[in-house]
């Protein structure tokens, strides 16, 4: 049984010399994500995590920080308004949109936490289980969670580059500069 000649081009023998690590990308489904995170994005996208859940979390992350700053009737309190992080720009602040998301994120690990005894939790992969197992055992299961940018608030050290948005840094701050950029044009 011969193949068809065109198959020839694409399937080939097994070159080592033509991957660089073992297990980085053994299914090649890092193609695929990258070519969604490439339409939702809008090409402003070079690079994503290979764990899918964290593409995912980083999505619902967004479209939720999205959501609220478009939202006319989300209002900053007195403790955000006084801050000179969010200066005149109140919910379009760079400071907000890092808030939400270093929020989001705490909320999602200790969630984790709590349900990792529940059949089909899976803890391994998420960013900042074992600070959060930690914090939640020495708080009789009632973490302090903060809404804010500032390190006091991070479950990571230096969340706002090592958490699930900063994975994906490159789209971190276009979409939602995309974003407002669009609402402000609208105006």
Known sequence: MTSAPILDYILTEFDASA??????????LQVIW??????????????IS????????????HAVT??????????????????????????????FKQA???YLENVFAYAMVEFQAQKGVETAGVLGISKARRRWDESACNPLLLFSQEARAHMLVRQNSLGVSGRYKTPLGPVLN???QTKAQAR
């Open 19 to 28: 991957s660089n690590e073992l297990n980085l990308d053994p299914l090649g």
């Open 34 to 47: 990258s070519a969604y995170g490439q339409i939702i994005f809008r090409n402003r996208i070079s690079s």
């Open 50 to 61: 290979n764990d899918v859940r964290n593409y995912t979390l980083n999505l619902f992350n």
């Open 66 to 95: 999205k959501a609220l700053v478009e939202d006319d009737h989300v209002l900053l309190g007195k403790g955000l308004i006084n801050d000179k992080a969010y200066a005149s720009r109140g919910k379009d602040s760079t400071a």
């Open 100 to 102: 939400c998301l270093i």
């Open 178 to 180: 995309y974003a407002n």
